[in-house]
């Protein structure tokens, strides 16, 4: 059982950064991928980015390409969401989530196991 603990979220500017954590215990982090995603308030919850176990591979929604970078740190067993030129639109929480099949890049959220309880990140125009 892998327990999930995000950190990070705040209020920003827009165009201003924000560096996401998702620290992981109970379980061999490597042998997880692990993704974001986000929820805002009447929408359903979306990807936002993944990262397989090794680290050696990544991929983002579209809407954030360019502008967010998904990164780990297996000696610390924690995820980092660096996201960069903030926009309103992506005022949301933010949960991390894992999933056992590490070699996987996955979008669809029924595909991850283990999910953290969330971090509120709001973009101020």
């Known amino acids: 059982q892998v327990q999930l603990v995000e950190s990070g979220g705040g209020l920003v500017q827009a165009g201003g950064s924000l560096r996401l954590s998702c620290a992981a215990s109970?379980?061999?982090?490597?042998?997880?991928?692990m993704g974001w995603f986000r929820q805002a308030p009447g929408k359903e919850r979306e990807f936002v980015a993944s990262?397989?176990?090794?680290?050696?591979?990544?991929y983002y929604a579209d809407s954030v390409k360019g502008r967010f970078i998904i990164s780990r740190d297996n000696a610390k067993n924690t995820a980092y969401l660096q996201m960069n030129s903030l926009r309103p639109e992506d005022t949301a929480v933010f949960y991390c989530?894992?999933?056992?099949?590490?070699?996987?890049?996955?979008?669809?959220?029924?595909?991850?196991?283990?999910w953290g309880q969330g971090t509120q990140v709001t973009v101020s125009s």
């Open positions: 990262i397989i176990g090794s680290g050696a591979s990544t």
């Open positions: 989530a894992a999933d056992p099949r590490w070699t996987l890049l996955r979008v669809l959220p029924a595909s991850y196991d283990y």
């Open positions: 109970g379980g061999t982090f490597r042998n997880y991928a």
